[in-house]
């Protein structure tokens, strides 16, 4: 096969993007073993993460009304992946996602989160209609055909919008498009837009040499360009949507502008790729559980793209198909990062990481001179339209694109995304190859500096794990900050050669340095908290405040606690504990305190906090912990996470209140806390309570029940709730618990009940349990 240009980079700057192909022996061994990438999560793994979750660590800007699931567990090497979505109040969060990373220990090592604050939306009742945001949708593309309509949260960074998400199918500057289109609930304006597309043996009419070992699929006399074990790798007819079958197992006549040996270069790219992925990434096919979509060639556009359903192939302006394995295994890499967490990235980043996909494919596939041997160049064999490879990996310049980073190259309005890939392309290559390797092309550095490489398949393992750190929010400076993680990671226990060349290129080509990328020591300890140890005070005194400390990691650290006996807080900060001790505190307490690093490493120590007696307890004094929800945690009331609110409305004092209920569906919410009674005194609960609905029926269908023990203190209901809208307005309640409490222990818990239809939100505040002698 000849080596053609694959040319014009203003040609597949229209073509959404290169992707990477799936299984099937081709040149490469056979019998390697294939390592799924998904996996069942290790319990250490997703225990962890759960946690994280469950403790509502800072860094996930978790909201009283937003919930998450998992998705399933990807794994680089030792490391395993916990992704992340969420929904606010039952709507999904259109960059909310993040993912927890944890190590073969079970240790979470990193958060990589997209928003960068809380979902602040006061509701999520839409003023624009869907049927109006589907007319602004269809006006994004020419004989658009709309998808259905559905209200999300769009989250970008620390802002909030309701908006409708419709999906217009058709074209775009004349090109194929499936336009996802974000339309504000409230204003109707439309707010962004992401686009999904991006753009046996055979005869070959680029590959080889001929012929190549491409494998099918034999049922009865009939054969079929199926790839065996992958049976979503197909290529078809684009014609006709029909998988290329025949009475033999020879396919193609070397002539590149015929569809059947276009099929013979595109089937023989993937199945290369396929092994690549499972031989370097341990990943299984596209999707990492054994998928992969059909290619089609046969479009009549001088174009190649992946739309989320298929890669289409088109042809150069000689009429041959543009099936080079870089461009099919480009394709193919839309895919992968589709089908990695946070979806194709973002940050005008997206054809680089394809790029980077074909390069690898093409370099793990090594064909000898005159066909398509390793290089860096894409699409230099089929000559898009005469001009030779559209982008230059050694060189981005050469080509027109930017070599080096700066602001412009990250937004889509000032810098089309093929050319975008410069820096990317250009990181690539210096990481992989350095600046001024022997039998290689020089690479000229934005900053002069000598860079060496450490290979495509080790970069390439940095390179995938980092995806797999990967949110909607992901850019060239977030690319930066996970491959540096992903390089101390894999390989900084022994060596950090790894990270510092990564780190160097990275340098090389004007992408700044990231909060919480860290530094790599080779066996650098990660986060230990250090003083851990047993700690004793006296009930009602101020105790002599202490401040825990870690080591490891990237300071400063953020610190919680949980277990701490009432009256005592941390500093979040600080890590100081201080704080009084009420008089009725005596006994043991199991304390777990959190640290949490700059790069999201979360460590853990526990210890046993013995409070002992008063030496003179009297009937005086307040005896809730935690009393106005102003403490970082939310202990010792036991509550969900999602009830500990605050900023979101009004609360009576303080920052911080309760909200309970409001969901509008079926369900109930409860917060309790134990108090002591002491023997011979009365304890008087107050609290301060308001209340809103949407229930206009006049009868009891939403409730709030307060309760000592099993005793009801009071019962309210929508009816006693002011019918939204209406002002925030707290009332007190007063109740003298019974006197058989006194010398008990006594749970005191609030249960908000609603039913399926319109929403009641209880918010409480300002909670006391006063202790007095009896009259």
């Known amino acids: 096969m000849n080596l053609r240009n694959l040319g014009a980079a203003s040609v597949l700057a229209t073509a959404a993007a290169l992707a990477v192909v799936p299984h099937g022996p081709a040149a490469a061994d056979p019998t390697a073993p294939a390592a799924p990438t998904v996996s069942d999560p290790p319990p250490t793994a997703r225990a962890a993460a759960d946690e994280v979750v469950a403790a509502r660590a800072p860094q996930l800007h978790l909201g009283p009304h937003d919930a998450v699931h998992a998705k399933p567990t990807l794994?680089?090497?030792?490391?395993?992946?916990?992704?992340?979505?969420?929904?606010?109040?039952?709507?999904?969060?259109?960059?909310?996602?993040?993912?927890?990373?944890?190590?073969?220990?079970?240790?979470?090592?990193?958060?990589?989160?997209?928003?960068?604050?809380?979902?602040?939306?006061?509701?999520?009742?839409?003023?624009?209609?869907?049927?109006?945001?589907?007319?602004?949708?269809?006006?994004?593309?020419?004989?658009?055909r709309l998808g259905r309509s559905r209200l999300v949260v769009l989250q970008r960074g620390d802002r909030s919008d309701l908006a409708w998400r419709t999906t217009a199918s058709g074209r775009r500057d004349g090109e194929p498009s499936r336009l996802d289109v974000y339309v504000d609930a409230d204003s109707g304006q439309v707010l962004e837009t992401s686009e999904n597309v991006q753009h046996g043996e055979g005869n070959p009419g680029w590959s080889g040499p001929a012929p190549v070992r491409i494998d099918t699929l034999r049922t009865g006399p009939t054969y079929a360009?199926?790839?065996?074990?992958?049976?979503?790798?197909?290529?078809?007819?684009?014609?006709?949507?029909?998988?290329?079958?025949?009475?033999?197992?020879?396919?193609?006549?070397?002539?590149?502008?015929?569809?059947?040996?276009?099929?013979?270069?595109?089937?023989?790219?993937?199945?290369?790729?396929?092994?690549?992925?499972?031989?370097?990434?341990?990943?299984?096919?596209?999707?990492?559980?054994?998928?992969?979509?059909?290619?089609?060639?046969?479009?009549?556009?001088?174009n190649a793209y992946y739309d989320g359903t298929q890669v289409q192939i088109g042809h150069n302006t000689s009429g041959q198909w543009l099936s080079a394995i870089d461009i099919v295994a480009h394709e193919y890499g839309h895919g992968i990062d589709d089908h990695t967490p946070g979806g194709i990235s973002n940050g005008n980043t997206s054809e680089f990481v394809a790029d980077v996909f074909g390069t690898a494919t093409e370099w793990f596939d090594n064909q000898p001179a005159p066909y398509d041997t390793r290089d860096f160049l894409i699409g230099e064999q089929v000559d898009f339209d005469g001009t030779g490879e559209i982008r230059n990996m050694h060189d981005p310049s050469l080509e027109n694109d930017p070599s080096c980073y700066s602001a412009t190259v990250g937004n889509p309005e000032l810098t089309g995304v093929h050319s975008a890939a410069g820096p990317g392309n250009h990181w690539f290559y210096l990481a992989a190859i350095g600046s001024n390797a022997a039998g290689q092309p020089q690479s000229p550095?934005?900053?002069?500096?000598?860079?060496?490489?450490?290979?495509?398949?080790?970069?390439?393992?940095?390179?995938?794990?980092?995806?797999?750190?990967?949110?909607?929010?992901?850019?060239?400076?977030?690319?930066?900050?996970?491959?540096?993680?992903?390089?101390?990671?894999?390989?900084?226990?022994?060596?950090?050669?790894?990270?510092?060349?990564?780190?160097?290129?990275?340098?090389?080509?004007?992408?700044?340095?990231?909060?919480?990328?860290?530094?790599?020591?080779?066996g650098q300890d990660t986060l230990r908290v250090t003083n851990a140890t047993s700690r004793t005070a006296t009930a009602g005194t101020t105790i002599f405040p202490f401040t825990m400390t870690a080591t490891g990691g990237t300071g400063p650290y953020a610190w919680s606690a949980s277990g701490l006996p009432a009256g005592l807080t941390i500093g979040s900060n600080t890590g100081e504990v201080d704080g009084s001790l009420g008089t009725d505190t005596a006994g043991s307490y199991v304390v777990t305190v959190t640290a949490i690093d700059q790069a999201g490493?979360?460590?853990?120590?526990?210890?046993?906090?013995?409070?002992?007696?008063?030496?003179?307890?009297?009937?005086?004094?307040?005896?809730?912990?935690?009393?106005g929800f102003e403490n970082q945690t939310r202990a010792p009331w036991n509550m969900p996470p999602w009830l500990y609110e605050g900023t979101r409305f009004t609360s009576r004092s303080g920052l911080n209140h309760v909200v309970m209920g409001g969901m509008g569906v079926a369900g109930s919410d409860t917060m309790s806390q134990e108090v002591r009674i002491p023997e011979g005194c009365r304890a008087t609960l107050t609290f301060y309570v308001s209340s809103r609905t949407d229930e206009a029926?006049?009868?009891?269908?939403?409730?709030?029940?307060?309760?000592?023990?099993?005793?009801?203190?009071?019962?309210?209901?929508?009816?006693?709730?002011?019918?939204?809208?209406?002002?925030?307005?707290?009332?007190?309640?007063?109740?003298?618990?019974?006197?058989?409490?006194?010398?008990?222990?006594?749970?005191?818990?609030w249960t908000s009940q609603e039913n399926a239809m319109n929403r009641t939100s209880w918010y409480v505040d300002d909670v006391a349990v006063t202790i007095t002698p009896v009259p």
């Not at 993040?98 to 997209?114: I, K, N, P, Q, R």
């Not at 999707?287 to 979509?293: H, Y």
Request: hydrophobic share 40%.
């Open 75 to 144: 794994r680089s090497d030792d490391l395993r992946f916990v992704p992340y979505e969420r929904t606010h109040r039952g709507l999904p969060v259109v960059g909310g996602d993040f993912v927890v990373v944890v190590d073969g220990a079970g240790d979470v090592v990193h958060l990589s989160v997209a928003q960068t604050d809380e979902v602040q939306l006061p509701d999520v009742v839409p003023s624009v209609a869907a049927p109006v945001a589907r007319t602004k949708s269809a006006a994004k593309v020419t004989r658009a």
């Open 225 to 302: 360009m199926t790839t065996p074990g992958a049976t979503t790798l197909t290529c078809q007819d684009s014609a006709t949507n029909r998988t290329f079958t025949g009475p033999d197992d020879v396919w193609g006549n070397g002539n590149p502008a015929s569809k059947e040996t276009g099929c013979v270069d595109a089937l023989y790219g993937a199945q290369q790729m396929k092994l690549m992925l499972s031989r370097w990434l341990g990943r299984d096919g596209m999707d990492a559980m054994g998928d992969w979509l059909p290619i089609k060639v046969g479009i009549d556009d001088v």
């Open 445 to 522: 550095t934005c900053n002069g500096a000598r860079v060496h490489g450490i290979g495509v398949p080790k970069l390439m393992k940095i390179m995938y794990t980092a995806m797999l750190m990967k949110t909607s929010a992901s850019s060239y400076p977030m690319y930066r900050q996970w491959t540096l993680i992903a390089a101390r990671q894999l390989y900084g226990a022994s060596s950090c050669v790894e990270f510092n060349r990564v780190k160097a290129a990275w340098n090389a080509v004007s992408v700044p340095a990231q909060p919480g990328e860290g530094t790599c020591t080779p």
């Open 601 to 627: 490493q979360i460590a853990r120590g526990s210890f046993t906090m013995t409070v002992n007696g008063s030496p003179s307890p009297f009937c005086t004094g307040q005896r809730l912990g935690n009393a």
């Open 697 to 749: 029926a006049p009868e009891a269908l939403d409730t709030l029940t307060v309760r000592a023990n099993s005793y009801t203190l009071l019962t309210r209901s929508n009816l006693d709730a002011c019918l939204s809208p209406c002002a925030n307005s707290y009332v007190q309640v007063t109740k003298v618990l019974p006197a058989f409490f006194a010398g008990r222990t006594v749970t005191l818990s």
